[in-house]
């Protein structure tokens, strides 16, 4: 007789039950839940890897990976309906072998992938425009009858299919090409229906490969059609056609992924009738509506993966006087901004909680982050507290170390550099360790093991997107319940600093202390090159100081860019007494030191640089900028560069030598050259480059997988998303839910923490 557990998920699929009765203690099975899997079932180990170390939360999420392992084939499942949503694309009516694989380099393998392959937009075709009425460009609805229908065979093989069609208020020519058939289906007197997008050429109306049907016939003419982005081979026909075959037998297997209270508080609609209303609406409204059903349900899933996935926010509270602070705010020549003082309030209220700071605070160059950032170390300091900055370069480190120094000359506070360069390196471990010193800055070095702190309360990292989550958690792990903020200047679209930051509250700084930036910003044509030069020569003559920055280290065979040290070398020979500096990734630390100490000094006034300056670099009376090949940087990018000038309220000025040479590169220089806001440079980069290009492909996995949000409209929906996801993880998440988070989000959620 068979034995009922003779598969191993048997066996496996108990104790996991075993496990969640008792409250995720591993108390299960003696020697501990991995150990029991790896003996009864190796293959599905590595899901549960490191369980007894994890917290209550990433036991849950663990096992919900492994119970996905456990499911049975779409056969056994005792929900035979929603089963079904598992079952191969490719058995499906209309796919074989050819459809399958192109389907698949869309991602849809299952009925349920082809479900949620969601369209992108929606062509308005129930309004039908007479002909005479037609307008160059617009993508038109037209009735009419075929007058005549012709087909050429022009050169190379290519053949035209031509008809005339007239509806009484003119005629359209329209034309296809390489579809000999549709000569055999048209037919002089045929009432047809056409949508496409009309030219005027050789004095006649035209529409090019428009879609076409028999007049009526309501499938594709007549109605709202949703587009998908479809792969070539696989016409946005095809997939509707599939889909409504989907939809017709299986909408009734899909289930709510929101628990019932979310849903019900944020007006979303059921699953099914989601799917069905964003794939076949009746209205733009009943499109829109459905759409941000399943935007919501996609970011509130993603939210709760993320904040799972996060440490326990339990905390210290850190408590002060406000001594220090106070005092080195009463020295500062100016007052602080609205925006600044509000961002101090806002972490001041953090440190007095018994809850982790977990705060990102995001300005645009020069709204004084640092500043905010020091006050914040200050309140731990005088609470007792030792406070960590980490930067992401040795200069950045350097100069922060320099600044703060400064900033707090007269104050009891020991300030410390810690680099890869730094000299003594034990004797200052040692003072660290002791608590001899107050506020240590370093880089990467600060997370080595023999670096150890006597009582770190409050981690700064500096350009938090240059880190990962594993370095940010080494450096957190140096001290017991450490606050952490982290700073960007890099100004994000709010709803990827939502998605990215999920955990964090959110402070910006939208204002400048000394007033609006007074950069005046020129798009000039490599053809006026002399032209920028020259007048680089009279600023140098003026005793002036700046910067010619180029987007590479050396010649590279796929980039025709000059190399920085042939393009220095130029310089100085044309300008002769400006002392013309290079500085590039690729020199040593101290050649780095002494090229900047000189510039800032003044020895340089003319500083050839790659994008090393990129970020942090603070020479305060540079004031101008030339940027050679602009065209080959991102928007955000360009935005960066331009912020290392006029950082004293000075006017100043940035070239931008580039030919733009396709239609997305001219936006994004007259973006450049108009905009001056950071958040607005931001979204409009977004706009134009897409997230994935704008954020790399380390990050681009979950924004690609994101099929509902539109990123540049849903931050309220991200908002919403966020506070919902938050009160689900206080009361917990149930099993249900944290499988479906790990089925559709498990590999992104990991992407983003490693």
Request: hydrophobic share 45%; charged share 25%.
């Amino acid at each position: 007789m068979p034995q009922e557990n003779s598969d191993p998920r048997n066996t496996v699929g108990k104790i996991l039950d075993l496990e969640e009765r008792t409250g995720f203690g591993d108390l299960a099975v003696t020697g501990g839940l991995e150990v029991f899997v790896s003996r009864h079932w190796p293959d599905a180990a590595e899901s549960i890897h490191g369980y007894s170390k994890f917290s209550p939360d990433e036991r849950k999420a663990a096992i919900a990976r492994l119970r996905i392992r456990l499911q049975p084939t779409a056969g056994d499942r005792p929900d035979a309906e929603e089963a079904a949503l598992y079952r191969p694309v490719a058995e499906m009516k209309g796919v074989g072998a050819k459809r399958a694989a192109l389907l698949a380099r869309l991602g849809i393998a299952t009925v349920e992938d082809l479900l949620h392959y969601l369209p992108r937009k929606l062509d308005d075709r129930a309004r039908f425009v007479p002909i005479g009425s037609l307008r160059v460009g617009e993508d038109a609805a037209v009735r009419g009858r075929v007058e005549a229908v012709e087909q050429r065979r022009m050169g190379r093989g290519l053949t035209v299919v031509k008809a005339a069609v007239g509806d009484g208020t003119g005629f359209l020519f329209a034309a296809w090409f390489n579809q000999p058939w549709l000569a055999k289906q048209l037919h002089r007197g045929d009432e047809i229906d056409l949508f496409g997008c009309v030219e005027f050429r050789f004095r006649e109306w035209q529409m090019r490969s428009p879609v076409w049907e028999k007049a009526g016939e309501g499938q594709e003419i007549g109605r709202l059609v949703p587009i998908y982005p479809a792969t070539e081979g696989l016409s946005d026909r095809l997939v509707r056609s599939l889909v409504r075959q989907c939809l017709d037998r299986y909408a009734g297997a899909l289930r709510d992924a929101v628990p019932a209270d979310v849903a019900a508080e944020h007006h979303l609609l059921p699953k099914a009738e989601a799917i069905s209303a964003i794939h076949f609406p009746l209205t733009p409204a009943d499109f829109e509506r459905a759409r941000r059903s399943l935007a919501f349900e996609e970011l509130f899933l993603l939210q709760v993966g993320l904040l799972l996935s996060t440490r326990d926010r339990a905390g210290t509270i850190h408590a002060d006087s406000g001594r220090l602070a106070n005092s080195l705010l009463a020295a500062l020549p100016y007052q602080l901004t609205a925006a600044q003082q509000r961002a101090l309030r806002e972490i001041r209220s953090d440190l007095s909680q018994p809850l982790r700071m977990m705060r990102l605070l995001q300005g645009d160059v020069g709204s004084g982050k640092t500043l905010v950032a020091v006050v914040a170390a200050l309140h731990a300091i005088e609470a007792g507290y030792q406070v960590a900055v980490m930067a992401p370069t040795e200069i950045l480190a350097e100069q922060h170390a320099a600044n703060l120094s400064r900033l707090l000359q007269g104050l009891p506070v020991r300030v410390a550099l810690l680099t890869g360069g730094t000299a003594a390196k034990d004797k200052l471990r040692e003072a660290v360790e002791s608590g001899g010193v107050d506020l240590l800055i370093g880089t990467h070095a600060l997370i080595q093991e023999t670096v150890t702190f006597h009582a770190l309360g409050l981690v700064i990292i500096d350009e938090q997107h240059r880190f990962g989550v594993v370095q940010r958690s080494q450096i957190e792990e140096k001290g017991r319940d450490v606050d952490l903020l982290v700073m960007s200047a890099t100004p994000i679209p709010r709803t990827i600093a939502l998605t990215l930051y999920g955990e964090f509250d959110v402070s910006v700084l939208d204002e400048f202390p000394l007033g609006p930036k007074r950069i005046r910003t020129e798009w000039v044509g490599e053809r006026r090159r002399d032209e920028v030069y020259d007048r680089v020569e009279r600023f140098l003559d003026e005793g002036r100081r700046g910067y010619v920055i180029l987007p590479l280290v050396e010649e590279s065979e796929k980039i025709d860019a000059k190399a920085a040290v042939q393009v220095s070398e130029e310089l100085a020979s044309r300008f002769g007494g400006a002392r013309v500096g290079l500085l590039h990734g690729r020199l040593s630390t101290s050649d780095k030191a002494a090229v900047m100490d000189e510039f800032r000094s003044g020895r340089i006034r003319l500083l050839v640089s790659t994008t090393v300056v990129e970020v942090g670099v603070d020479v305060q009376d540079a004031d101008f900028m030339v940027i050679e090949h602009a065209d080959r940087f991102g928007l955000s990018q360009l935005h960066q560069l331009r912020g290392r000038i006029g950082r004293a309220g000075q006017e100043a000025v940035c070239f931008a030598l580039a030919d733009a040479r396709t239609d997305e590169a001219k936006q994004r220089l007259a973006a450049f050259r108009d905009t001056s806001d950071g958040f607005a440079i931001a979204e409009e980069d977004l706009r134009l480059r897409g997230p994935g290009d704008l954020l790399g492909t380390h990050q681009h996995g979950f924004l690609s997988q994101l099929r509902a949000a539109d990123l540049l409209r849903d931050v309220d929906l991200m908002q919403r998303a966020q506070a919902a996801a938050r009160a689900v993880r206080a009361r917990g998440a149930s099993p249900e839910l944290l499988a479906v988070i790990e089925r559709r989000f498990g590999d992104v959620i990991r992407w983003l923490r490693v």
